[in-house]
T-cell receptor
Framework: DTEVTQTPKHLVMGMTNKKSLKCEQH?????MYWYKQKAKKPPELMFV???????INESVPSRFSPECPNSSLLNLHLHALQPEDSALYLC???????????????FGSGTQLSVL | SQQGEEDPQALSIQEGENATMNCSYK?????LQWYRQNSGRGLVHLIL?????REKHSGRLRVTLDTSKKSSSLLITASRAADTASYFC??????????????FGRGTQLTVWP
């Protein structure tokens, strides 16, 4: 299994809602990532987990809260989002500990989030 | 910004033609990677070239790296309509950068017409 699975594929939420994005991989990868991508822009790193510990937080607003319950799962909890948070949210994983020099990322298909 | 810059931003060609995309970056690197993204989907890794390599092939893909010019090119030969996608280069920022950060360029949107 070489897939990173993200659910849901699409999400529409109001600014007062609380929702969660889920990501799962069964490749035994020990590093997992959340990226945000606006239309026609490159992916922007949000968070990195290495061995289930948060290792990078790219100064992301607290309305985004990541969680790594185990080595296969990664969640992104959303609360009180703004319309400008509408984007494609991508999860990725890599084999070892936080992207050693010669590793590639495996990406999920993303969750297209719309905040109304 | 440490991000790479792809050139051109958009490229439109006919099936069978070759497509060349360029990437320039600002810092030293340990490696450079190319990814493809179909519209609204996740990125797919295409090829990784290390800083001590100059050229690498994978099927119809050919990547070159010139660290003295801080640039790389991706050549897709005999393109197909299915190659239509956005192509991103990504660098790791080299020594001194935080492990885990991969810097993506702005991307080249390739359209291949049947």
């Amino acid at each position: 299994d070489t897939e990173v699975t993200q659910t849901p594929k699409h999400l529409v939420m109001g600014m007062t809602n609380k929702k969660s994005l889920k990501c799962e991989q069964h490749m035994g990868h020990r590093a997992m990532y959340w990226y945000k991508q606006k239309a026609k822009k490159p992916p922007e790193l949000m968070f990195v987990y290495s061995y289930e510990k948060l290792s990078i937080n790219e100064s992301v607003p607290s309305r985004f809260s990541p969680e790594c319950p185990n080595s296969s799962l990664l969640n992104l909890h959303l609360h009180a989002l703004q319309p400008e948070d509408s984007a494609l949210y991508l999860c990725a994983s890599s084999q070892g500990s936080v992207l050693p020099t010669n590793e590639k990322l495996f990406f999920g298909s993303g969750t297209q989030l719309s905040v109304l | 910004s440490q991000q790479g810059e792809e050139d051109p931003q958009a490229l439109s060609i006919q099936e069978g033609e070759n497509a060349t995309m360029n990437c320039s970056y600002k810092t030293s690197i340990n490696n450079l990677q190319w990814y493809r993204q179909n519209s609204g989907r996740g990125l797919v890794h295409l090829i990784l070239i290390r800083s001590n390599e100059r050229e690498k092939h994978s099927g119809r893909l050919r990547v070159t790296l010139d660290t003295s010019k801080k640039s790389s090119s991706l050549l897709i030969t005999a393109s197909r309509a299915a190659d239509t996608a956005s192509y991103f280069c990504a660098t790791d920022g080299g020594r001194g950068s935080t492990l885990g950060r991969l810097y993506f360029g702005r991307g080249t949107q390739l359209t291949v017409w049947p």
